[in-house]
């Protein structure tokens, strides 16, 4: 298999770290950093946040990969440039996934971010334990984290909704679908967990007029993208007493800028974008399997539809 892979972030250190592994896994596979004598014949580009000359400087690319699930850090020059265009799929981020919003759920359901509050003013407060049941949580997003993180709650004994684009059947999560569907969805959810992709039809969807929708103390968790919140109409959510608070780990700027108010928001939880990711060496085995497969000309794995963006 000749496929030689350009390594192409937006941080040398990671891209170095990736080649690194490649070269160590994959001795066969060329692997690059930009700039290397012999990258320019690369047809493969895996990437995160790459320059949007990209394909000037290396037009020789027939495949423009993520190396994470994501592809809207790919930038729309490089999503509309005609290439296909791969994701990283990998059964251990969906693991991580489901233990990161389980400690979300718990947090509100046992409600410790209550006790941390009462814990800085020493103050002895018990709550009523809330049951699993009477917990209902709502997914905006059913694919490959959301249908398998919902379906595990719901078989843990939380009542599950969720919402996607088409219709879906989930294993006792009640599902919805379109504009009406995310409506019932907000008005009977204690917990809305977005895990949607980041799109135009996507973009600020979490905003005054859904939360408005969610039922008084209710509670936000974005594991999806920064851009999907609207983060003053959170905060004035917020502070209004109308939502309970948030976690979030995922921001319109990252790292999260010092003066950004969400960081003093009374209720809002930060992650640094940690809730999951792929296992290295995963990265890589899909890449290289990709890899294969184009100079084959055979389907890819995980390919995103052009048109819907992910
Ligand atoms: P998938 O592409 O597998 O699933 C996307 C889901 O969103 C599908 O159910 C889809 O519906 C639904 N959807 C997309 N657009 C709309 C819309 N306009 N209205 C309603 N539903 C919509 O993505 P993944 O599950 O693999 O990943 C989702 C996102 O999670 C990633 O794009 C990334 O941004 C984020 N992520 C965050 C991480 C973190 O650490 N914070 C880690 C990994 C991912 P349908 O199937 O009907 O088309």
Avoid at 58 to 79: C, F, M, Q, R
Avoid at 114 to 138: L, T, V
Avoid at 199 to 213: E, P, R
Wanted: overall charge negative.
């Amino acid at each position: 298999m000749s496929a030689a892979i350009l390594f192409a972030t937006n941080t040398p250190k990671y891209s170095s770290f990736l080649v690194n592994l490649c070269r160590e896994l994959y001795p066969d596979v060329k692997a690059f950093l930009p700039g290397e004598p012999g990258a320019e014949n690369a047809q493969i580009a895996a990437c995160w946040a790459p320059d949007q000359d990209l394909l000037i400087e290396y037009p020789n690319i027939k495949l423009i990969h993520s190396v994470a699930a994501g592809v809207d850090h790919l930038g729309e020059t490089l999503l509309t440039a005609g290439l296909p265009v791969c994701r990283v799929v990998d059964d251990g981020q969906k693991i991580g996934m489901f233990e990161y919003i389980l400690y979300g759920i718990l947090n509100v359901q046992r409600n410790f971010d209550k006790a941390i509050q009462e814990q800085s003013i020493k103050n002895w407060q018990r709550y009523p334990i809330r049951k699993k049941k009477d917990i209902r949580i709502g997914f905006l997003g059913l694919g490959e984290l959301g249908g398998y993180v919902s379906s595990q709650l719901a078989a843990f004994g939380y009542s599950v909704y969720g919402w996607s684009r088409t219709k879906k059947f989930l294993q006792d999560v009640h599902c919805y679908f379109g504009e009406d569907g995310l409506d019932s969805l907000l008005e009977q959810s204690d917990i809305v967990v977005n895990i949607l992709p980041l799109n135009a039809s996507t973009q600020g969807i979490l905003n005054a007029q859904v939360f408005n929708k969610m039922p008084e103390g209710s509670y936000l968790i974005n594991c999806g993208r920064g851009d999907h919140l609207v983060e003053a109409d959170l905060i004035q959510a917020i502070e209004s007493g109308h939502l309970r608070g948030a976690l979030l780990d995922v921001f319109s700027v990252e790292p999260l800028p010092e003066n950004n108010p969400l960081w003093t928001t009374q209720g809002v939880s930060i992650t640094p974008h940690v809730a999951s990711d792929a296992s290295k060496p995963e990265i890589i085995h899909q890449l290289v399997d990709n890899a294969k497969k184009l100079a084959a000309e055979e389907r890819l794995n995980n390919q995103i539809n052009p048109t819907l963006g992910y």
